[in-house]
């Protein structure tokens, strides 16, 4: 059904995980209504504001949405982390006579549309919730009241209580309740912001954009940093990540990209260290160059897309040598994630048909024939007495430029943490 064919004049939105918060719960409620205001000011007069438990978008003379605001609210909603669910709904008065007369000239239309895709016998519920308890009529009763007045009306309709065709929803509150007809499942977690900022290894695979979401879901905002080796790898590898980087900010806002040309350091590590190891080294010299902008960016913690055992370098072993190299905390909320878990993701956020696209990245540039899957730490450290790190570190930071996703603009690092 289309939401137009109803005169909906409010979005009713839900939310769960905020409401465990206690005393701290204002301050995520807050951040939920920022982000909700700041996507929807394409609207003229559009207003976010708290209920008790509850957020409401509206107008301001709190008439009913076009169908334009439908589509750019539910297109906005989709972006916005802390949200359970959300409605368009019917506000009117607490009174009983108001909300069955709201119903009884509304739930044709809701009837006609379940007809056309289901070709069974419809069936039908009702579900009251009183968030006002002295509303004259007890919830039970309340819901056997609304029944009466559609079944009275439509003798064809069978009940079921727990999976119905048409469900009639209606929220009471002191002075208005909400008649609604569908619940359109949000993103849920918390709200963006609400959780000190992380610094995500963002590479062209499936796996790290995921990661970061997950991360963003946590209420976490996520900057990225990502690695190439140009002219061996080509243009199209940074064009890729920017496209990333921009699809995930859908979720975000604008936030911070890092580009890092690794060439230079990756040839100073093949010509000191053992072949087998080259992408251990690899990761501990990123990991590093990471850490450094990630403390003058102002983010608290690394980021991976990484899973144990999917490739070499993500063994047990091998993930301890690399977290070995640096002392800010690693997160990798994939650790444990399954591959299609991954790409049903990829494909929900939009980064599936950006991932896909084969084009060469960093760490597929002189590795190893037969990377190791169990190195030594001692064969590892034993290495790197080899290889000037902290030179390494500075030649990768000095190779690394933030890059606007939306323009290509490059800044350096020198001029940006000035």
């Not at 084969?358 to 080899?386: W, Y």
Request: net charge neutral; with cysteine; hydrophobic share 40%.
């Amino acid at each position: 059904m289309n939401n137009n064919e109803i005169e909906y004049n409010v979005v009713f939105c839900r939310y769960s995980e905020i409401a465990l918060k206690g005393n701290n719960r204002w301050r995520f409620e807050q951040y939920l209504i920022t982000r909700i205001a700041k996507l929807l000011n394409c609207i003229d007069n559009i207003v976010v504001r708290k209920i008790r438990g509850r957020v409401l978008i509206h107008l301001k003379d709190e008439k009913a949405f076009s169908e334009d605001d439908i589509y750019k609210i539910k297109d906005a909603l989709g972006y916005v982390f802390g949200l359970d669910s959300y409605s368009f709904s019917i506000k009117i008065p607490s009174n009983i006579d108001i909300i069955s007369d709201t119903i009884d000239q509304t739930i044709g239309k809701i009837i006609e549309s379940a007809k056309d895709k289901n070709n069974h016998k419809l069936t039908f519920r009702t579900r009251v919730r009183r968030a006002y308890k002295e509303f004259p009529l007890s919830t039970k009763d309340t819901e056997i009241k609304l029944a009466d007045l559609v079944l009275a009306q439509y003798t064809d309709l069978s009940v079921n209580l727990k999976n119905a065709d048409v469900t009639v929803y209606c929220e009471i509150h002191e002075k208005f309740s909400y008649i609604f007809y569908r619940k359109e499942r949000a993103q849920g977690g918390l709200p963006s912001g609400s959780n000190q900022p992380v610094l995500s290894l963002l590479s062209g695979g499936f796996d790290s954009p995921v990661s970061s979401y997950t991360m963003m879901r946590r209420g976490v905002f996520v900057d990225y940093i990502s690695f190439h080796s140009f002219p061996f790898t080509p243009e199209a590898t940074v064009i890729k990540i920017r496209n990333l980087a921009k699809q995930l900010n859908k979720f975000q806002g604008e936030r911070r990209l890092f580009v890092c040309n690794l060439l230079e350091v990756q040839k100073d590590i093949c010509a000191g260290v053992y072949e087998t190891f080259r992408t251990i080294h690899y990761r501990r010299i990123m990991f590093k160059i990471a850490e450094k902008i990630a403390l003058l960016n102002g983010n608290k913690a690394l980021v991976t897309g990484e899973a144990v055992g999917q490739v070499a370098s993500q063994t047990i072993v091998n993930l301890a040598n690399i977290d070995n190299a640096i002392d800010m905390l690693v997160l990798r909320p994939l650790i444990g994630a399954d591959k299609i878990d991954i790409m049903n993701t990829a494909e929900k956020i939009g980064t599936f048909e950006l991932s896909k696209e084969q084009v060469p990245d960093s760490c597929t540039v002189f590795s190893p024939s037969n990377p190791s899957t169990g190195a030594p730490r001692k064969m590892i450290l034993a290495g790197e007495k080899h290889l000037d790190i902290d030179a390494l570190v500075e030649k990768g930071y000095q190779s690394t430029v933030l890059l606007n996703p939306d323009t290509g603009e490059e800044t350096s690092l020198d001029e940006l943490f000035k």
